[in-house]
């Protein structure tokens, strides 16, 4: 959906380095959401926003952590990356909180940790 | 939390209708059943919301029973393009979980 954009869309880095990934949208939403997606698996929840001022821990929020900078921006970072967080990262936006709400994503971000 | 169980893949023809059912014993009271649709390295795509009964779009019917325990998305006279992965998601605000999906294959 070209409304939720993300960048990059894709990034090879080394174990330990610090990685953000930034998610903007064009939607108007306030409800922001960062999932990965392991291959052959489904996504998992790893923060949401409900506004600027709120940030909430999703199902595997260890060794991540986000910024709401702004209503239509969204960051997650790995403060040091591991093998382990090599997957597919996807944003979301939503109207409405869940479970009233549709969720948007973007394309997706696939990072690979060496 | 509610956990789905869903197939882990289905086949069907061009032109049939797909049912697909899923299982989610453990729902609470203000959980929502959703549906998404995903193709290959894109975002997931909402395709239906229920919270029971029957509910009906313009792409698709989600059937819920009473007990809402389970649910079944139908798929009218699917295409080639149907050939996607299929989530069945139950929760409510911020806990919703994607389970593994039912992988749908249209066959001409």
């Known amino acids: 959906d070209a409304d939720v954009t993300q960048t990059p869309r894709n990034r090879i880095t080394k174990t330990g380095k610090r990685i953000m990934l930034e998610c903007s949208q064009t939607?108007?939403?306030?409800?922001m959401y960062w999932y990965r997606q392991d291959p052959g698996l489904g996504l998992r929840l790893i923060y949401y926003?409900?506004?600027?001022?709120?940030?909430n821990k999703g199902e595997i929020s260890d060794g991540y952590s986000v910024s709401r900078q702004a209503q239509a921006k969204f960051s997650l970072s790995l403060e040091s990356a591991i093998p382990n967080q090599t997957a597919l990262y996807f944003c979301?936006?939503?109207?409405?909180?869940?479970?009233?709400?549709?969720?948007?994503f973007g394309p997706g971000t696939r990072l690979t940790v060496l | 939390l509610a956990k789905t169980t869903q197939p882990i893949s289905m086949d069907s023809y061009e032109g049939q209708e797909v049912n697909i059912t899923c299982s989610h014993n453990n729902i609470a009271t203000n959980d929502y059943i959703t549906w998404y649709q995903q193709f290959p390295s894109q975002g997931p795509r909402f395709i239906i919301q229920?919270?029971?009964t029957k509910v009906t779009n313009e792409v698709a019917s989600l059937f819920i029973p009473a007990d809402r325990k389970s649910s079944t998305l139908s798929l009218p006279r699917v295409s080639l393009s149907d050939t996607a992965v299929y989530y069945c998601?139950?929760?409510?605000?911020?806990?919703?979980?994607f389970g593994k999906g039912t992988r749908l294959h249209i066959l001409p």
């Open positions: 998601l139950v929760g409510a605000l911020g806990k919703i979980i």
């Open positions: 229920g919270y029971k």
């Open positions: 926003s409900f506004d600027v001022k709120d940030i």
């Open positions: 979301a936006t939503s109207e409405n909180g869940l479970p009233s709400g549709e969720q948007f």
């Open positions: 939607k108007g939403h306030d409800r």
